[in-house]
């Protein structure tokens, strides 16, 4: 069956099981465990399997939501999650120790899905950050892997925020789509 | 900005239709009263009488400070006055009121933005969150028209309609801001810039904007060609410390970004800087930061074309279905950022994007999303 999927990605506590309750809102599923000693000194929680959502159209079609867990062991779970894409949401986190670097990971694990479908980067905790990176900066390093996508700060838990990334990322799949 | 301060207007030389109009207007919305020039707060000329010129001139020389509004058939280019475009609209005069009552003196109250005190000059992350914040806050506060105008599609070929639709940022705070972020960015220095009874401060590196205005007073001084007279100087450190403490204590600090992106919007209100020739190939270097600040109407997808391919701004509103207001006041504010590539067309027209198979679904969700964010 083909299913219509986008995937939130991106490291550990960017913000993907926060952005995908705030977009799917009841219609989110987590799989939440308690962090492990690595990743507790950032946060509770880190996600050992998949977030899971839906979006309901009025019509009857239903999107799926997918969110990677952020501790990169994700492989076992590729088909499922490359299969009848819609695109990728790539979420940073700006306060981790270089966003740049996530980002060239996150891109070479999806180039495949990412050359298919389409790109949107969200960059999370900004506010929370010493010295932020510059949009321009984040961009440069998109270019460098020939790559042109909106780059937008986000909020996670803003559900403007995580529409906007995601209009984005439907527009430049057309950007004749008409709502 | 109160709305319940009543702004004191002195119509001047207007026709009867349009004094009947402003009296029914002022009586209904208590926004403002029509008196005699010598007790006003602004003055609405009409701009068409051959008698306008020598008016205006009278006017700026008796009082100096005087915000003017002049109701005209084309846009005016005479330094501080604020365009009203003919037939007179309710909005458009709504919105240069509100513009001139952020500029008097004596209204003049900071707005709701962060109140960053003078330790904005050194970044704390608590800053950075009210600066979010407002940044966000901004989003809702200026409708449509504030950001993109009100003027209808014209034919590229006409000339005239074409003069008339065109601005030079270097007579507005706009073309200012440009310059400083440039230059601070590339000496990493800081720079003050000089407006009527203000100012406006670069930090060193020039990615922040210290300024006492509240947004709605940015956005009337945004609107006023500035005097030559008033320019902007690079400052150190020190000299920026010492410019901040003179400020006071409401300093709001904006990201120059965003501050270029809003300025450049409520400067253009939907026409095309001189900078972008109308038949260039306009191209998207890096999207701009769509969820802070206005978003403009169609912005997303304007963006979402202009990245996948070039294309003139008036083929960009064609193949967009879309008032060419719109594409002019995103490609406005996008070039003062410096986000655009421009070439010069000899090439064949673009080429139409293709379809998506899942077009159908793909415009329902995103008819889901808009309507889902915008609460
Ligand atoms: N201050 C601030 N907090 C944010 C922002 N975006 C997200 N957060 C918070 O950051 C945390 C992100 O956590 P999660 O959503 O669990 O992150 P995740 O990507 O699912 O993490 P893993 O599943 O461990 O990979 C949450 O506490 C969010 O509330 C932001 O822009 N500012
Ligand atoms: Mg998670």
């Given at each position: 069956m083909h299913h219509h999927k986008i995937v939130f990605t991106g490291p550990v506590g960017a913000g993907k099981t926060t952005a995908i309750r705030t977009l799917c809102g009841a219609n989110a599923l987590g799989t939440d465990a308690a962090a492990s000693d690595m990743t507790r000194t950032r946060k509770e929680t880190t996600t050992v399997a998949l977030d899971y959502g839906t979006l309901h159209l009025n019509s009857g079609e239903t999107i799926h939501v997918y969110g990677t867990p952020g501790?990169?062991?994700f492989d076992f779970m590729w088909e499922i999650l490359t299969q009848g894409g819609i695109g990728l949401v790539l979420l940073l986190d700006?306060?981790?120790?270089a966003p740049l670097n996530d980002l060239r990971f996150f891109v070479n694990v999806f180039t495949a899905y990412v050359e298919r479908t389409a790109l949107a980067v969200g960059i999370t905790r900004s506010d929370l950050a010493q010295s932020p990176l510059s949009l321009d900066d984040y961009a440069g390093a998109l270019r460098s892997l020939d790559l042109v996508a909106p780059i937008f700060e986000v909020d996670a838990r803003e559900r403007r925020d995580i529409s906007l990334l995601v209009q984005a990322l439907l527009l430049q799949l057309d950007p004749g789509l008409a709502a | 900005m109160n709305p319940g301060l009543c702004i004191k207007l002195a119509a001047v030389e207007v026709d009867a239709r349009t004094l009947a109009a402003l009296t029914l207007l002022s009586q209904r919305s208590g926004r403002f009263s029509l008196t005699d020039i010598n007790q006003a707060d602004a003055v609405l000329l009409d701009?068409?009488?051959?008698e306008s010129i020598g008016l205006y001139e009278r006017q700026r020389c008796s009082h100096p400070g005087q915000p003017i509004l002049l109701l005209s058939s084309h846009e005016s280019c005479l330094r501080g006055v604020v365009s009203l475009l003919k037939p007179l609209q309710i909005e458009a005069l709504f919105a240069a009121l509100n513009a001139v009552r952020d500029h008097l003196p004596r209204h003049a109250a900071p707005g709701k933005?962060?109140?960053?005190?003078?330790?904005?000059v050194h970044g704390e992350t608590a800053e950075r969150h009210e600066r979010a914040g407002a940044a966000r806050a901004?989003?809702?506060?200026?409708a449509p028209e504030d950001l993109c105008g009100s003027s209808a599609d014209i034919d590229p070929h006409d000339a005239g309609a074409l003069a008339a639709l065109r601005f030079d940022p270097?007579?507005?705070?706009l073309g200012r801001l440009i310059h400083a972020r440039h230059h601070t960015a590339q000496q990493h220095c800081g720079a003050r810039i000089e407006l009527p009874s203000n100012l406006l401060l670069l930090d060193i590196g020039g990615t922040r904007c210290l300024t006492t205005l509240s947004a709605r007073q940015l956005r009337g001084l945004a609107l006023m060609p500035l005097d030559d007279g008033l320019g902007w100087q690079a400052i150190d450190a020190l000299q920026l410390k010492a410019a901040a403490d003179t400020l006071g204590t409401t300093l709001h600090a904006w990201s120059i970004e965003l501050l270029i992106w809003q300025i450049a919007l409520w400067t253009a209100r939907g026409r095309l800087p001189l900078?972008?020739?109308?038949?260039a190939l306009v191209g998207l270097r890096r999207w701009p930061n769509?969820?802070?600040g206005s978003l403009p109407p169609e912005a997303l997808r304007i963006a979402a074309l202009l990245s996948h391919q070039p294309h003139t701004p008036f083929a960009a509103a064609r193949r967009l279905g879309i008032p060419q207001r719109y594409v002019f006041a995103f490609v406005g504010a996008c070039a003062a950022l410096d986000l655009l590539t421009l070439t010069h067309t000899d090439a064949a027209p673009a080429a139409a994007p293709e379809q998506h198979p899942a077009r159908g679904l793909l415009s329902k969700l995103l008819g889901m999303l808009r309507r889902n964010s915008k609460h």
């Open positions: 501790q990169e062991r700006a306060t981790r120790p | 701009g068409d009488r051959p933005d962060t109140a960053a005190g003078k330790e904005a901004l989003a809702d506060q200026f270097e007579h507005f705070l900078g972008i020739a109308p038949d769509l969820t802070h």
